[in-house]
Every structure is written in structure tokens, then in C-alpha cells.
């Protein structure tokens, strides 16, 4: 829950304000969806990207085409999870670099940070005519984005 | 009623999903006005494309009366356009006319002065806030520019903040013209980048150079006559017999601080005059 607000603010009062090279600006916040515990149910994991989503949305003036993206990314999440994830069974896994080894962690949080920024790119220009150029901005964000996500971890791997 | 119950127990993620994914889908189209727009004009493509096809095909069965019209119209635009050169002739040599109207807009307008205290530039629907509002007399649609020059309309107001729909918006339509020229075009955005816009509705018979300076109109109450926009960087000559002119906005989006809001004496007058007479009509 504190995390959750954290990786609001940072993202409200930081990162939207980053706009590298006029375009660029990275969506961190989704890294929170990204750690969920295994423990946390589909349903419980989509609501809490619905509402992040929405959040976001009321700050950045786009009503809307966060939650709709982060919904899509939460309903993936598990799924990925599964797929990328180890498969002994464990009751209570939290997605990690530990836990998932280092290839299968950077595909996992790649494909989804990927797919959330594509969706919510294209939702935002509602449009398929302009596809070449949010295709490469969606592909750049996504990469400062994971860049960011990579620094996180490498942190939090000292700190262990 | 049991199998029902059943079934959407057993669905109920995907259920789930799709109602977010739908109350999302329902706020974009409700709330933001750019969506809308393109929501509806995007159906209306489907239904464009299908007129334009039966039109194509009856085009052809009468080629020869419309030749006829366009001639006797050429004719007329003709006869119109010496007259007016006449006229503009006449025009430039009383030079104190033009001194005196400037005058007289000079002195019906005036400056509040507001900080920006928030610019959320995201991608097509830019925003920002000033810190005066309705108690400084600050109304919705009042004109906001800078030193250097316009930059957006009021959109919504509160007691002590305001927030401008800036010409770098995707909804934000703004009349403007070639300085010299009196032909109106349409300034508008087409998203991407902070310091270029697009005015169209310009017709092709006005001579267009790279460098021309484009400032406000005057025909709205909203700014006064001759405020600086921008210069022509490029333009293309459409099909329509219009051009596509690419403006270098004057203002430097990514460093507002102060901005001026401009205020017209007369704007309720002129709103109700205009009211008035819209009535009259009906």
C-alpha cells in the first residue's frame, strides 16, 4: 500500500515531468503491478492497476487511457507470471531477479511494460494513422522504462 | 438462474476485465474531447466513404452544366477581384485610417498579469494553470499571451486559479492571418511538437513566402488585432485550392513563466449584442 502511493508520487511529481528528447517520458508506476505477490488474486491484481491507472489518469489530465492500460497489463500479469516465473510451486512468490534468474525476469517485465505503453499510446492518440510514430515512442519509453526498472533492482540486490 | 450465477462465477476474472476495461473505455470517450471528436468523426469516415463512391459515379452525368457554372463564376470573382484592388488602393493612401482604428483597440483592452504555476504537457491534450481566477476578473474565454507572443484561450476557472487550453493542443482552434493579408486561416495543432502548429484555410491565390509573419485576426473579441503567432517555416500546396502552411510558433512552450490574460472592456456587451441578433434570426 505505502509502495503503492511511493511509485504514484514519484511518477506524478518526477517522472511525468521528464520528457528526454520532447517525447520521452517513462511509466514506472507499472513496476508496482509488476511485483505483486503470486498471493494476490487476478481479480484483486486488476483492481489495484484499475485504480493506480485511474489515479494517474486524474492527475494527468488523460481521464481514462492509464486505467485502461494498466487494466490490460494487470490482467496479463499473472499469465506472464506463470509462463516467465519459476514452476516449482510456491505459495506466496514475488516476481524478483532472484526468484525468476536474470533472462527470465527481463523478458517478463519487458514484454509487459512493452504492451502497456503501446496500449496506452495508441488509446491516447486514438488513432491508427500516426502507427509508425507511436510505435517508436511506445519502443523508446518502454526502454527508459525497463532502464529505470534495471537501476531499482541492481538497488535493491546491494541492499540484500 | 443457478447456471447463470455458475457461469459467471466461473468467468468472473474475464468479467472483471472486460467491466474495467469498459468503465475505462467510457471515461476516455466521455471526458476527453479530443477522443470524442475523433470517436464520432472516425464512424463518419465509413459513412463518408461510401457518399463519395455513389458521387464519383454521378459526377460524370453532369460535367457540362458545372463547366458552365464555373465559368460564369470565374466571371464574377473576376469583376470582384479589380474592384477590390480599387478599393484597397484607395485604402493605403488615407494611412490615418488604419492609425486610428489601432488606436481605438488599443485602448479597449487590458492586461492581467499571472504566473503559470503547472504545465502538464502530455501528449495531444496540453493544459496549464495560472494562479488568478475569478476574483481577479479572469472569465472563461478570455485570450492569454506573452512577450513574445499567443499562446492559448482560458478553459475553465476558479476563484484564485484558471487553467489554458494553449494553441499546442489538439482541440485548440485559433483564427489567425498573414500579416497584410485580411483572408482568414485556421491555426490548429496536429500534436508531436511543442513549436510547430498548422493554419489552414488559407486559399491558394494569396501569395505565400517562407518568413511570413502570421498574428491574430481581430475578428473575435478574444485577442486584439495583430498579436504575433509565429512565422511560416513551410507550406504545401493541397488539392482543394488550399494551402497547408506549417507555422514556428513564437512562444516557447517549454519555458512559460509569465503570461499576460487580456481583458476586452466590452466583451459581455458584444457577447449579448451577438446573442441577440443569433436570436433574432431564429
Known amino acids: 500500500m505505502l509502495s503503492c502511493v511511493g511509485f504514484l508520487l514519484l511518477q506524478i511529481l518526477l517522472l511525468n515531468n521528464i520528457k528526454f528528447l520532447g517525447f520521452i517520458t517513462p511509466y514506472l508506476y507499472i513496476y508496482f503491478i509488476l511485483l505483486l505477490p503470486s498471493s494476490v488474486s487476478k481479480e484483486m491484481t486488476m483492481v489495484w492497476g484499475f485504480l493506480m491507472g485511474l489515479v494517474l489518469d486524474i ?53 509487459l511494460v512493452l504492451i502497456h505503453h503501446l496500449v496506452f499510446f495508441l488509446i491516447e492518440a486514438f488513432t491508427f494513422s500516426m502507427f509508425w510514430y507511436t510505435l517508436l515512442k511506445a519502443v523508446c519509453c518502454s526502454i527508459f522504462t525497463l532502464l529505470l526498472i534495471l537501476c531499482f533492482e541492481y538497488f535493491k540486490a546491494k541492499r540484500r | 438462474m443457478r447456471t447463470l450465477i455458475l457461469f459467471l462465477l466461473r468467468f468472473k476474472t474475464l468479467f472483471l476485465f472486460l467491466g474495467l476495461e469498459l468503465i475505462s473505455f467510457w471515461l476516455i470517450v466521455n471526458n476527453n474531447q479530443f477522443q470524442r471528436n475523433h470517436f464520432l468523426s472516425s464512424s463518419n469516415v465509413m459513412v463518408g466513404s461510401v457518399y463519395s463512391l455513389s458521387d464519383k459515379v454521378y459526377k460524370y452525368f453532369s460535367l457540362a452544366s458545372v463547366n458552365a457554372t464555373l465559368a460564369k463564376k470565374n466571371e464574377d470573382l473576376n469583376t470582384e477581384l479589380v474592384q477590390l484592388r480599387e478599393q484597397l488602393a484607395f485604402y493605403r493612401q488615407d494611412a490615418s485610417y488604419a492609425g486610428r482604428r489601432y488606436h481605438s483597440v488599443q485602448n479597449n483592452y487590458s492586461f492581467i498579469t499571472a504566473k503559470v504555476i503547472h504545465f502538464s504537457a502530455v501528449n495531444q491534450k496540453n493544459y496549464f494553470t495560472i494562479n488568478k481566477g475569478e476574483n481577479d476578473n479572469v472569465k472563461v474565454g ?11 484561450i482560458i478553459n475553465s476557472t476558479s476563484s484564485h ?92 512552450f517549454d519555458q512559460l513563466s509569465y503570461v499576460d490574460v487580456i481583458k476586452y472592456q466590452y466583451a459581455e456587451e458584444k457577447a449579448a449584442l451577438e446573442k441577440r441578433k443569433g436570436q433574432g434570426n431564429d
Not at chain 1, 516449482?88 to 519487458?110: C, E, H, L, T, W
Not at chain 2, 478570455?142 to 492559448?152: A, C, L, S
Not at chain 2, 498574428?215 to 494551402?243: L, Q
Open chain 1, 59 to 111: 492527475f494527468c489530465d488523460t481521464l481514462g487511457c492509464n486505467a485502461f492500460a494498466t487494466t490490460f497489463v494487470s490482467f496479463l500479469k499473472p499469465y506472464f507470471q506463470n509462463f516467465f516465473g519459476p514452476k516449482d510451486d510456491f505459495d506466496d512468490m514475488k516476481p524478483s531477479i532472484d526468484r525468476f534468474g536474470f533472462n527470465m525476469f527481463i523478458q517478463y517485465v519487458a514484454y
Open chain 2, 142 to 152: 478570455m485570450g492569454v499571451v506573452n512577450e513574445r507572443g499567443v499562446v492559448g
Open chain 2, 161 to 252: 486559479f484558471s487553467t489554458v487550453m494553449p494553441i499546442v493542443n489538439a482541440s485548440s482552434k485559433t483564427s489567425a492571418t498573414i500579416k497584410g493579408k485580411t483572408r482568414l486561416g485556421q491555426l490548429s495543432w496536429k500534436g508531436k511538437d511543442l513549436q510547430h502548429a498548422t493554419l489552414e484555410e488559407v486559399p491558394l491565390y494569396i501569395p505565400v513566402t517562407i518568413g511570413d509573419t502570421i498574428v491574430t485576426s481581430g475578428y473575435s473579441s478574444t485577442f486584439p488585432e495583430g498579436f504575433m503567432v509565429g512565422k511560416v517555416s513551410s507550406f504545401t500546396e493541397r488539392n482543394d485550392n488550399f494551402y497547408n502552411i506549417r507555422v514556428r510558433l513564437a512562444v516557447d
